[in-house]
């Protein structure tokens, strides 16, 4: 329901003068048919094989979720679903996301990062007034590999040593492990485990000896989950790092995992986004902006019916 919930998302950040707005992977559901596709009416009048849903998926996104920002800055990431060959892969998705993957800011910071590097990644980083940010590429079992950890553990060193650079925030796909979602996260794999055990402790170290402050994001878990890393292993190996996991914005909604009373706040069978504000000291405050059916565009409800409108919210979920 991407093209229904994320029109509604693009209208708060408007409301909220956003700097800019961060996906966090999973664009178009790639495994089967996307329902909202399904119900586009050139679509119900004659519908798609497969392979024709393939090939329009992403160009989808872009028209459907992407466009309604505007013109405030949209940074894409790469989820599982953005590699699932052979219909979609990594390269794939490089050449597709390119105007997004390879603006003039995210270029002239990875030639800073790397001089004369022009070699474009699903993985990126950029500093905005103080505050650096990281895209980390956990999509798929065999990340974070060993380019992805030379050159993260490169940057964070440059923003660590870096006066000027008051706040790291990490976002990426799969959570990091050992969270309260460790069943869905890159404890999925065993590479997935051991480096991000190692890119948590590296961004515990920014925190509690740079004295950075440091902020994790994820998705891959269709709800909204504040508190992730209040679990008892990382209260016995180094420390809870603050955490969220936001994949509310149009995939089918999970239950909440076990343990999800230990986190903060938990809530599933919701749409909606997290608003970030940052305070002159660097430090950030969250808020989830809840979606609700009645702030979606009119122009949504007229391409898609308030009867379809209104099962991406009533029914579109796997928690009863």
Not at 16 to 40: C, P, S, T, V
Not at 91 to 118: C, N, S
Not at 190 to 199: A, F, H, M, N, Q
Not at 291 to 303: F, I, Q, T, Y
Request: charged fraction near 20%; glycine fraction near 8%.
């Amino acid at each position: 329901c991407g093209d229904v919930v994320m029109p509604g998302i693009a209208e708060t950040a408007k409301k909220n003068q956003a700097a800019f707005y961060w996906h966090l992977g999973d664009l178009r559901a790639i495994y089967a048919f996307d329902e909202d596709i399904q119900h586009q009416p050139e679509h119900i009048a004659k519908p798609l094989s497969m392979d024709e849903y393939l090939s329009i998926a992403w160009q989808d996104y872009i028209d459907g979720q992407i466009a309604p920002f505007g013109s405030i800055p949209f940074f894409v990431g790469i989820g599982n679903h953005e590699v699932m060959p052979p219909a979609k892969t990594r390269e794939g998705f490089l050449l597709q996301f390119a105007d997004w993957l390879d603006t003039p800011v995210l270029q002239a910071q990875r030639f800073k990062d790397y001089r004369g590097d022009h070699l474009l990644k699903a993985y990126y980083h950029w500093i905005d007034r103080g505050v650096a940010f990281y895209f980390l590429d956990s999509a798929t079992a065999e990340q974070f590999d060993a380019a992805q950890i030379a050159w993260f553990e490169h940057v964070l060193e440059r923003d660590l040593a870096n006066p000027d650079v008051k706040t790291i925030v990490a976002g990426m796909h799969k959570a990091l492990p050992e969270s309260i979602s460790a069943g869905h996260s890159m404890n999925e794999s065993p590479t997935g485990t051991e480096s991000g055990r190692r890119v948590y402790a590296d961004l515990l170290r920014a925190q509690n000896d740079a004295r950075k402050h440091v902020y994790v994001l994820a998705s891959h878990s269709h709800y909204y989950m504040d508190g992730i890393f209040n679990t008892d292993y990382w209260k016995q190996h180094g420390g809870v790092l603050p955490g969220w996991i936001v994949g509310t914005a149009g995939a089918v909604r999970y239950a909440l995992p076990p343990k999800s009373s230990d986190a903060h706040g938990a809530l599933t069978n919701v749409y909606g986004s997290m608003l970030a504000t940052v305070q002159p000291s660097g430090e950030i405050s969250f808020e989830f902006e809840k979606l609700e059916e009645s702030d979606l565009p009119a122009s949504v409800m007229s391409r898609y019916g308030k009867d379809f409108v209104h099962w991406c919210f009533a029914e579109n979920t796997q928690a009863r």
